[in-house]
């Protein structure tokens, strides 16, 4: 599960911070486990996501997750976004996970989504 | 059927050979380290038998009954509720209600005692150390009827703070309930002389029980406390059933708790005659089979003896501290073995308990990792989230080698 991929996302992320000002900006937390992740994005003019970042904390999957989602979203449109499920945040962290781990990887996607739309998608919404 | 103390020391191997799910992999290769008994132990053959059994043979409900499988039933389910009078020392069957588990039995005693007893600023009694269990049930009553919630705070080392405890007394509460047995810190609070406390304070007294009774030989007239919670689950039996033991007289004068079959002598249009303890707090029919389940569960520790159960859990937290010692970058938390049962929850290096407990059930070791049901204890040592072992009869030293190994690979990975 552990993928030197997910390793090395969660130890050297790329899009860790946070964006002052910013379009939209999100954060909610999972308290079984304790993870928390708020996400900042700019948009340009043509609807396009410009620039983003993610804080917070939580495990190697939450991070992993949200920091190659943050990366995975530069220049796709907001519609685009809306588009994104369960299936495609498996394929980027590209392992099999229980239903346990699948709250820390799908944090990052039902945070996001709730920045950007501005209401809360139901776990079973993204799947 | 008691044994004599000390008489007997525990077989591991032996008792290995008696749990079907211990000789299981959990993949090709790993064979499973089960160290999450305190959330739930594992079950002999002779209680997945007699449950079976009993579905094979005599399957009927109980009470009320004339025909011979349900008079078989409710003999032996009846018979089970006398193993569990003995194995805690109740003067009799009475006082043992059969209820779903130890969360039902603390709803129970909330809500029928709690809501026919207390008025608006009333004050209850609990720790810093409860599980969700025994603070979620006050806190809804609280806010129903306007209660006074206060806590004991636990020392550094883990220990409820008796001094603090003595002041809070002080409050005059109506009811003071803590655990037997931290599952987090493995802290065994002194029962006996907390409740004599509190009854010179004038409360009642509730014990949850859940992590004492699988593990030490409780003899609830010894301790004398009013109330005490358990679940069969974490001692060898089956889920689906646990125990309020409540003293006689108050029982007696505590309304029902669910209405419906079972509970009443008499029943008319508008009015209903509410039965005998322990039936006036068992309505509809109970969980018959995890009822002899149980029983078979009992005999087993038993036969087993608790104190040998209780000395076979030392040696292994005894150890299992020692290894996680020696661990650079781990901290666990809790006193000394000698204070506490077989629990150990610690971090490690910063790295997410959820990470942890992945990688050692890589290695086959099955702990947990989170709040454990205990988000203010948790608050209260400044950490989000531990990941926990916990230890029983059929635990080993090699396992917890396997743990330590488990540990050094996660360090490995993230190092
Ligand atoms: C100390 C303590 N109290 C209460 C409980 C709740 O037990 P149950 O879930 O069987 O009601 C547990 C078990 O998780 C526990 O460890």
């Known amino acids: 599960m552990y993928r030197e991929i997910i390793i090395d996302h969660y130890k050297n992320p790329r899009m860790k911070g946070t964006l002052d000002p910013h379009d939209y900006s999100y954060e909610d937390d999972n308290p079984l486990c304790g993870d928390r992740i708020r996400i900042d994005v700019r948009v340009d003019d043509e609807g396009r996501i410009s620039e983003a970042a993610f804080s917070g904390e939580g495990c190697a999957i939450s991070m992993s997750s949200a920091d190659m989602l943050t990366e995975a979203i530069i220049g796709k449109t907001l519609e685009e976004v809306k588009a994104l499920d369960k299936a495609y945040i498996l394929e980027m962290l590209g392992i099999e996970l229980g239903a346990v781990r699948l709250k820390c990887a799908l944090l990052s996607l039902k945070v996001l989504k709730a920045g950007v739309y501005g209401l809360e998608t139901l776990e079973e919404e993204l799947l | ?192 002389k907390m409740t004599e406390m509190a009854h010179e304070a004038g409360a009642l007294v509730l014990i949850d029980g859940a992590q004492s009774v699988p593990h030490f030989a409780v003899d609830i007239s010894d301790v004398g406390a009013d109330f005490m919670a358990f679940s069969a689950h974490k001692m060898c039996g089956p889920t689906g059933i646990g125990v309020l033991y409540g003293r006689e007289a108050l029982l007696e004068s505590m309304p029902p708790f669910l209405g419906g079959g079972d509970m009443i002598k008499r029943v008319s249009l508008r009015e209903f005659k509410a039965n005998d303890p322990p039936y006036k707090f068992e309505a509809g029919t109970p969980a018959i089979a995890e009822a002899i389940g149980f029983g078979a569960a009992i005999d087993y520790l038993d036969e087993l003896g608790m104190d040998a159960v209780h000395a076979h859990e030392q040696q292994l937290i005894g150890y299992a501290l020692e290894r996680l010692a020696e661990v650079p970058g781990l901290q666990q938390y809790g006193p000394d073995a000698e204070k506490r049962g077989g629990v150990v929850a610690f971090t490690f290096n910063g790295i997410h308990p959820h990470d942890l407990a992945q990688i050692l059930d890589d290695v086959g070791v099955a702990v947990r990792a989170g709040h454990h049901c205990a988000m203010p204890l948790h608050e209260s040592l400044s950490i989000p989230a531990t990941t926990r072992a916990s230890f029983y009869i059929y635990n080993t030293i090699e396992e917890i080698d396997a743990l330590i190994g488990g540990l050094h690979k996660a360090k490995g990975v993230f190092g």
């Not at chain 2, 049930?137 to 004991?152: D, H, K, Q």
Request: with cysteine; charged share 25%; proline share 4%.
């Open chain 2, 1 to 192: 059927m008691r044994s004599l103390s000390g008489a007997k020391t525990l077989d591991v191997m032996r008792v290995r050979q008696d749990f079907p799910v211990l000789a299981r992999e959990t993949r090709k290769g790993v064979p499973l380290v089960y160290l999450d008994s305190a959330a739930t132990a594992q079950k002999p053959r002779t209680v997945i038998d007699a449950m079976t059994n009993f579905y094979e043979t005599q399957n009927a409900n109980i009470h009320r009954g004339i025909h011979r499988l349900a008079e078989e039933a409710t003999e032996a389910h009846e018979a089970a509720r006398k193993r569990v009078a003995d194995f805690i020392g109740a003067a009799s069957s009475r006082e043992i209600i059969f209820t779903r588990n130890t969360t039902e039995s603390i709803n129970l005693v909330v809500f029928s005692w709690g809501r026919s007893n207390l008025h608006s600023g009333d004050c209850i009694l609990l720790t810093e150390m409860e599980h969700h269990s025994n603070s979620v049930p006050w806190m809804l009553l609280a806010e129903e009827l306007g209660l006074r919630l206060e806590f004991v705070p636990i020392t550094g080392e883990g220990l409820l703070d008796l001094e603090a405890y003595a002041r809070l007394l002080e409050l005059e509460p109506r009811m003071v309930g803590f655990t037997h047995m931290s599952n987090v810190l493995g802290t065994i609070n002194p029962v006996k």
